[in-house]
């Protein structure tokens, strides 16, 4: 067997060790979203559904979809999925892994779910809504794609590069801080440092390969990972910095619009309606802070999870190549190896508590506004 083929059956086992890993890891199987968000269309070849709550699901049609599913295909495995409103259609390609993020679907989330590409191809078609975004959000591991109602591909490769080709429409490229317009006709990469390219012209259909291209970016990750894997650990330790001041921010709005809300409780069990117009004035100028704190938190959380899923895909092709490397690059990679994986976990602990909490926050607002009918 060709070490081209031998890499590419180790993206196939690669997936189930990605979500478990990372994904998996860092949720735990509560406050699920009961409404669907999507449903499988059609499938062909080797396709599962992992649930947030751990089970698997063989795909097939009609299959319905939730916030913190994870679709998974094999060898010769296809499988188109479109959300519950219709207005966006998807086709994930085999050996590729996708997750619809689990505050989708959440009270004062976005118009549509927010999709994490982990690994490779999706074909995406959106309505044309002119110059305005679909609502769509599609993260990749090193950058986030906002959609203006267009037809494009992404593909995101093993170590972490991604590219994506407009074939119509535009489609808003956000890496770093900085944003790129992507128009139709044209494509992008970006790299693992989350570095974009110039727009150029897009590779015609008919010659595009990504399985090709996907073989070349894994040997590039392993011809240059001794001089990546310390650039790699200082990102997991700015990340981990950040994190702890921005979760507590989030976490503090949560408690505070928990508050609130309990004021409310309060206020209509005595029956005054001069306390309780007043409770209810406090939470509603509350609320839109709060939710737009949870977006940029999606964003935030969407990004981490990217780089841990990375960081297994790392550590996973170094085990399988490590006679390739010297004593000396050996030494160097285990140990950045080494403490990324205790950074990933703070970041993995970090991240799920925040999300318990807005999830129970959301669930908080709706019992509310139940009990107030």
Known sequence: MSMGLKIIRIGTYLVLLIIIGFVMASRRPVLAEET?????????????????????????????????????????????FAFSDN??????AEHSVISIDELSGTRGSQDQPTL?????????????????????????????????????????SVDGTCVILVDEGAVELEVEERRVIIHEGNMADVNIEGKASLPVPAIPKQERDWSAWREKRI????????????????????????SKRFTTTVKQAAEDVRASILEVRLALSEGSSEKIGQARMRLRQQMPGFK???????RAANRVRAMGSLSLRVQHHFAEN???????????????????????????N?????????????RELRELKEASR
């Open 36 to 80: 669907p968000v999507a449903k499988i269309q059609t499938c062909e070849g080797e396709v599962n559904v992992l649930r947030s709550g751990g089970t698997k699901t063989p795909g097939e049609a009609g299959l319905p979809l939730f916030a913190g599913d994870c679709i998974t295909t094999g060898k010769g495995g296809t499988a188109w």
């Open 322 to 348: 490590k006679a390739r490397f010297t004593v000396d690059e050996v030494a160097i990679i285990e140990s950045n190896l080494s403490a990324i994986l205790l950074k990933r976990r703070q970041l993995q």
């Open 116 to 156: 994490r590409l982990v690994l490779g191809y999706l074909k995406t078609i959106c309505a044309k809504l002119g110059k305005r975004t679909s609502g769509l959000t599609l993260h990749t591991p090193t950058a986030v794609i906002g959609v203006r109602g267009t037809e494009f591909d992404t593909v995101a």
């Open 87 to 92: 207005k966006s259609r998807f086709k994930l």
């Open 219 to 242: 040997e590039n990750l392993l011809a240059n990972l001794p001089d990546m894997i310390p650039g790699f650990r200082n990102r997991f330790k700015r990340a981990v910095f950040r």
């Open 350 to 362: 970090l991240y799920r508590s925040t999300i318990f909490n807005i999830k129970g926050t959301f």
């Open 292 to 298: 737009k704190l949870v977006g940029k938190f999606r």
